[in-house]
């Protein structure tokens, strides 16, 4: 009979549905339309995300996985012993257990996430395969977290901030800079920050990457559209938009959309929405920097870039950053 570990601690501070329905509205009746990318990831986004991820187009996961295997132990090294790790964002994670495969000892281990339900079976597989890591999973947005609950901060060790897949990229340059000094108030004195960052390429591996051939970014894109309906009560037909992606080169960004087939008005909550032909609702940003960049951008939240590793396609790069 196979046997679970628990968790030392489930703690649930999800947002209530009240502030995605407010942030929709708003962001529907704005000009331009925009909706966070926050709002993807219910449980359906969350495994669409994860398929994403095993796209031949879609180099991130693979390459930073990549990375994370070669240089462990020399992270592992900077680490030092008895941290905490805490993760932001943190997913079906994957990526963590390599980490902590290369840490000999590890006081903890904090997972944050918006997708409660799918955190909590993943934090649950992990305690399970790490018994000896106390393991505590919190359901929240971690955009408006400023504190850490008193039973994720009993390490012996230093706190170290655990931020791959580059989801840094979904913030504005600025956000990003706000983002990454919060981190840095998270871990405090002698804490440390692994990002993964992606890095600024030729146009057409991006567009490939953000446009998969077999469609699952474009169902993930529409999956907003889905919530809206389900959860919002909103009247959207779903094949009346499309997805569109696409390198933006003067932001340094990827951009989704989601693009109006034609003059519609549909309804959110008793609120009419209307829609020229061709008008798109903006729900991602995806930030690109050189290595270089994200440095100055990290100094400027406070931070000592310690070390940074890459692949040899200069794909991706994962950065140790000293508060
Ligand atoms: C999870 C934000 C890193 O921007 O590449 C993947 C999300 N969106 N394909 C990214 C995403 C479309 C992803 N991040």
């Known amino acids: 009979p196979s046997t679970t570990t628990p968790l030392a601690a489930y703690i649930d501070l999800a947002p209530d549905l009240e502030t995605f329905e407010h942030a929709a509205l708003a962001g529907l009746k704005s000009t331009p339309k925009a909706v966070s990318a926050k709002f993807f990831y219910d449980e359906r986004g969350s495994r669409l995300f994860e398929d994403i991820c095993k796209q031949p187009e879609y180099y991130p996961t693979r390459t930073e996985l990549a990375i994370l295997e070669k240089n462990r132990s020399d992270i592992a090294r900077h680490i030092g ?8 964002g943190a997913g079906a994670l994957e990526k963590v257990r390599l980490l902590l495969e290369a840490l000999d000892s590890a006081s903890g281990f904090t997972a944050i996430d918006i997708s409660g339900d799918h955190l909590r079976e993943a934090a649950q597989e992990l305690a399970t395969d790490f018994p000896d890591i106390p393991i505590t999973a919190i359901c929240a947005d971690y955009t408006s977290l400023d504190a850490l609950p008193g039973e994720a901060n009993n390490n012996v060790g230093r706190k170290v901030g655990f931020f791959p897949g580059s989801t840094i990229g979904n913030f504005s340059p600025q956000d990003a800079q706000r983002f990454l000094g919060t981190v840095k108030s998270l871990v405090g004195h002698a804490g440390l920050l692994v990002i993964g960052v992606d890095l600024k390429k030729d146009k057409t591996v991006l567009d490939a990457a953000y446009n998969d051939a077999a469609g699952i970014t474009a169902q993930f894109n529409l999956n907003l559209i889905r919530r809206i309906n389900t959860e919002l009560g909103g009247h959207f037909d779903e094949n009346s938009f499309r997805h569109k992606a696409f390198y ?9 959309h ?16 209307s829609f020229k032909a061709g008008e798109t609702i903006h729900t991602e940003i995806s930030c690109k920097y050189s290595i270089a960049d994200f440095q100055d951008l990290a100094k400027k939240a406070g931070w000592s870039p310690v070390t940074v590793y890459t692949d040899e396609q200069k794909l991706f790069s994962l ?5």
Do not use: Y
Not at 81 to 88: D, G, R
Not at 264 to 271: E, I, P, S, V, Y
Not at 319 to 323: F, Y
């Open 319 to 323: 950065h140790v950053l000293s508060a």
């Open 258 to 273: 989601l693009e109006s087939l034609k003059d519609q008005t549909t309804d959110l909550a008793g609120h009419p929405i």
């Open 81 to 88: 012993p008895e941290a905490l790790v805490i993760e932001f």
């Open 248 to 256: 933006n080169a003067n932001m340094s960004r990827v951009e989704m």
